[in-house]
């Protein structure tokens, strides 16, 4: 009996020790777990969508920063967006793009910060559109908190509009 108490110990001594310990390498944090651009037919936006999953506990204050191509050119398009600790997965969305072309690779470059700025870990991907934006109608189909349709469509069920206005995009690469 006095043998299985020693052991018990040394076994809940072990188990208490290794809860403690937490993984302080640099190794990945994250891992890229979803990427895809969402068309949204009914309110006629187009935006880049990244999913994330934590590889090891999240500290508190750390950011992730998402660079991503802009495909009406310019600038890229920054996103900053604070990690929760306790999500099991983070989700970075982009605003309303303009000029997304089916087939073109466009760059994704998301850096995860520390609470200091520091870069922790840097996850560079590319995003290919299965839909050209041309698809999408010329405005929302529907306005309002209570999805009303939109009175600039009336008469236009295919969602054109005679003189609407269309981005001057970069010609396909």
């Known amino acids: 009996m006095v043998e299985w108490k020693g052991a018990t110990f040394v076994v809940l001594s072990a188990l208490i020790a290794m809860a403690g ?43 992730a920063v998402a660079r991503f191509d802009n495909p009406a050119g310019g600038e890229a398009i920054v996103v900053r967006q604070k ?11 982009s605003p309303p793009l303009e000029c997304v072309a089916k087939d073109r690779p466009y760059k994704v470059s998301i850096s995860i910060e520390g609470p200091t700025g520091k870069v922790l870990q840097t996850i560079e991907t590319t995003m ?16 309002g908190p209570l999805y009303d349709a939109n009175p600039k469509l009336r008469g236009h069920p295919d969602g054109r509009l005679p003189g609407a206005r269309h981005p001057n995009c970069p010609p396909a690469a």
């Open 83 to 93: 990690i929760w600790p306790m999500l099991d997965k983070v989700t970075i969305q």
């Open 21 to 63: 310990c937490r993984d302080s390498g640099d190794g990945e944090r994250f891992e890229l777990s979803g990427r895809l651009f969402v068309f949204n037919y009914r309110v006629a936006t187009v935006q880049y969508l990244v999913t994330l999953k934590p590889l090891k506990p999240v500290g508190n204050g750390e950011v």
């Open 128 to 143: 290919v559109s299965s839909q050209d934006q041309s698809m999408l109608p010329d405005a929302p189909l529907v306005v």
